[in-house]
């Protein structure tokens, strides 16, 4: 069975075999051989300081800049209602929440806002954890293990990734979106117990996955439907309650509901949802909900009033969709080539990884702030700016934004030339 281990630099430097009889590698210099590699390929992240943030605005180094990167889709990240809820629990019960949620941590503030999530996404019972990435880990760890298999899309989130990893199951990964081969591999392990993930909205390239057909190869195949909606939650479906309310699917059709509290609700976190026998079993197996220490019950205060702002200011979810289509027709209109997306995630497709450097340097010049996303985040070759849109932009910041863009395309171009 072949699968991927490790999650570390190590594994692309490592000898196949490890060698006894040669001196133990220093691990420190391991680390700055693949960073210097890293280098070499001109793949290597940067961290910027943001030092002001003003609505759609930020200061990096000085200079006031546009973003287009933020997943704060609604633009709730500064809302008054938020901070003003995270100041009431903070005046009520300080900062932190001081223990894990099984050890005295689990404040009113977190159980109020497991029920509002709960009743927004149509599920019996919602559980908080830390972040995605540890929601992810836990429910699949919860659910899996050796024996058993774990099919996802390949373009799935890394924690998704990771959490299959982790839990010892064997990983198999279909072509993006690709519902026959994913029905391929399930097939290939008849009798095993089988978890089907796939994000809702996926986070590079901004599209929606086969929802309904997904769901429909799980009942077929007696395989449970996992769905990350990080993404999806706040911006799409009635009420903002996400790609499996729009697609119009049943708890039964997708049984297991995971979302983020730091995207489209502006504040940081994440949940699972499901029935009270799920919610339940995390409750006593998700190792990443039980070892770690509950969520500031400030961030859960302010992730209630941001769910009831996301659901009333209906306005937000419009204006966002009519900036997408502002941007789609405008990007068009200069032969911009945009993927195929209809969510805020606008991917602008380049190609080379240096190409896509350049293009987001020309766009930070002119007052931009959109990096490019290169491998190993995106695939070889598939290097991107990757372009999101949010209610707090107004058409005019999009209006500049395409023009800026048409430029940086062309000169990244000329430059290849
Ligand atoms: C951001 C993201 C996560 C991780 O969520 P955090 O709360 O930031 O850890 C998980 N899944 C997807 C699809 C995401 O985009």
Do not use: E, I, N, V
């Given at each position: 069975m072949k699968r991927e281990t490790g999650f570390s630099a190590s594994r692309r430097l490592r000898p196949a075999q490890a060698d006894d009889a040669a001196p133990r590698p220093d691990l420190l210099q391991r680390l700055a051989a693949a960073h210097a590699e890293r280098a070499q390929q001109q793949l290597l992240r940067r961290l910027r300081t943001v030092a002001e943030v003003a609505g759609p605005r930020i200061v990096v180094a000085g200079r006031t800049l546009l973003h287009f990167a933020n997943n704060d889709y609604l633009g709730l990240a500064q809302h008054p209602a938020l901070r003003e809820a995270a100041l009431r629990a903070l005046a009520r019960g300080g900062v932190g929440a001081g223990a894990a949620h099984l050890l005295g941590g689990h404040r009113e503030e977190h159980a109020a806002l497991e029920e509002t999530l709960a009743r927004w996404t149509g599920r019996e019972r919602a559980l908080l954890f830390s972040t995605g990435y540890m929601a992810n880990l836990g429910v699949i760890g919860a659910l899996l293990g050796a024996g058993d298999v774990c099919v996802q899309d390949r373009l799935n989130h890394a924690c998704l990734i990771d959490g299959a990893r982790l839990a010892g199951c064997e990983l198999k990964r279909y072509p993006h979106a690709d519902v026959a081969a994913a029905a391929r591999q399930l097939r290939q392990r008849p009798g095993a117990a089988a978890l089907v993930a796939s994000d809702g909205v996926f986070s590079m390239d901004g599209d929606v996955a086969p929802l309904a057909e997904l769901a429909a190869l799980c009942t077929k195949e007696h395989a449970t439907l996992l769905i990350d909606d990080a993404h999806g939650l706040g911006v799409l479906g009635p009420d903002g309650a996400g790609s499996l309310a729009e697609a119009g699917l049943t708890p039964s059709d997708a049984p297991v509901l995971m979302a983020t509290l730091?995207?489209?609700?502006?504040?940081f976190g994440a949940f699972v949802a499901g029935s009270a026998a799920l919610i339940e079993g995390l409750v006593q197996f998700a190792r990443t909900y039980v070892y770690t220490t509950a969520l500031p019950p400030a961030l859960a205060a302010a992730a209630r009033a941001a769910v009831e702002v996301a659901r009333l200011e209906s306005w937000r979810r419009d204006k966002l969709h009519r900036l997408i289509a502002h941007f789609r027709h405008g990007a068009a209109a200069r032969g911009i080539a945009l993927a195929a997306a209809r969510t805020p995630i606008q991917p602008v497709p380049i190609g080379a990884s240096e190409a896509a450097l350049r293009a987001a340097q020309a766009l930070e010049d002119a007052g931009f702030y959109v990096p490019a996303i290169r491998p190993p985040t995106v695939p070889r070759g598939a290097a991107r700016l990757r372009v999101t849109l949010s209610a707090a932009h107004e058409e005019r910041d999009v209006e500049r934004l395409l023009d800026a863009l048409a430029r940086a395309l062309a000169a990244a171009r000329d430059a290849e030339a």
């Open positions: 730091g995207k489209a609700l502006g504040t």
